[in-house]
């Protein structure tokens, strides 16, 4: 696996930030943008099953299968991804254990969102 690493500065304080990738139906509106239906089923709170759901190409539900590593209110989430959803049916994958943290700094009232994430070659090519 290769770490990825992302970085964004938005315009708003970080608890705004917080809750706009985070709260349901706003994490709906900005996920839309690159995989329209995009979801997810669950919570954020650490130790937390959560599924990131959205239709594939035969509008069955497909997505990830995660839990919540670690929770930091407004500073710092961490997601470690288990396996797919495929047709309805989970499956633990090779890559367990992948991870996709992130980090919210702010400064100014602005908000820098650092992305570090393991990916395999299957998701490189998404990202």
Partial sequence: MEKMHFSIVIDAPKEKVWKTMLDEDTYRLWTDVFMPGSHYVGEWSE?????????????????????????????????????????GKEKEMEWAGALENYTFHEKDDKTEVLVDMDANEEFKEML
């Fill in 47 to 87: 130790g937390s099953k959560i599924l990131f759901l959205a239709p594939d190409e035969s509008g069955k539900m497909s997505g990830m299968i995660s839990r919540i590593k670690e929770n930091r209110k407004y500073e710092y989430v961490s997601i470690e991804h288990r396996g797919e959803v495929e047709d």
